[in-house]
């Protein structure tokens, strides 16, 4: 399966794949760059708001899917922070009903608290809780966490064997964290490409997994190709 990917991968992209592929990496480097500079407080969101309904059409979750995940991470980033009250630097990410925690937190009862409260949410499938005993990051640490998700998501965006925007991204404290709905073979070569960007220190990966029979079935009647960039060749993933 991963040869096939190889092959595939060596076929040079035409120029208006590559103009597409610059368009979108520097929207992200804008995107990224922008939320560097609004860093501040002790409650940091997720960057998953960023995209809008655009995201609707692109996501490999369904519509309803993504609302639930909206709503969950928006409670879940409100009890948290009445909570914490004004300490603490924590991040709710949540992909198909999986929430992730990350940043900071005073205590270790704060960080069972807030996995409590997201666990007591209803819909909730799972908790992740990255959640880290110790003071806050410093704005400087936080901007280079996103900096370093900018990266991997140019990264994964010039790999014309990955769909880029079935992954949700997320960096704390240097360490990359990847969710998506995805084959195994897309998660060992995103996981492959992260892990090779510079500053990455860990690639922690809490995908939902589907067969490349269960992504071509979902996609089979749209326009969309699951697995490379819009506008690429279509690439048909090889049979396990």
């Known amino acids: 399966m991963m040869q096939s990917s190889q092959a595939n991968r060596s076929t040079p992209r035409q120029p208006d794949s590559r103009g597409r592929v610059a368009a979108r990496r520097a929207g992200w480097v804008l995107v990224t760059v922008l939320a560097a500079t609004q860093l501040q407080g002790c409650f940091v969101l997720g960057a998953a708001a960023v995209g809008g309904t655009a995201m609707v ?3 490999r979750r369904t519509a309803g899917s993504q609302l639930e995940d909206k709503n969950i991470q928006l409670t879940a980033s409100g009890r948290i922070s009445d909570l914490l009250g004004g300490a603490g630097n924590v991040n709710v990410d949540c992909y198909n009903q999986q929430v992730l925690l990350t940043g900071q937190v005073p205590t270790q009862a704060a960080k069972q608290q807030a996995q409590n409260i997201v666990a007591a949410i209803p819909n909730v499938k799972s908790v992740a809780n990255q ?27 010039d790999d014309s064997q990955l769909y880029s925007q079935a992954f949700q991204i997320t960096t704390s404290g240097g360490v990359v964290y990847l969710q998506g709905i995805v084959t195994p073979a897309e998660a060992q070569r995103a996981a492959d490409d992260a892990s090779k960007v510079s500053g990455v220190k860990k690639v922690v990966t809490l995908f939902t997994m589907i067969t490349p029979q269960q992504l071509q079935t979902q996609y089979q009647n749209t326009s969309q190709t699951p697995i490379t960039p819009p506008g690429s060749a279509p690439v048909q993933p090889a049979k396990p």
């Not at 640490?141 to 990266?151: E, F, L």
Request: no cysteine.
């Open 57 to 59: 059409a692109t996501d």
């Open 131 to 157: 959640l880290v005993v110790g003071p806050n990051s410093s704005l400087s640490q936080q901007a280079n966490d996103t900096y370093i998700t900018s990266k991997v998501r140019a990264t994964f965006i």
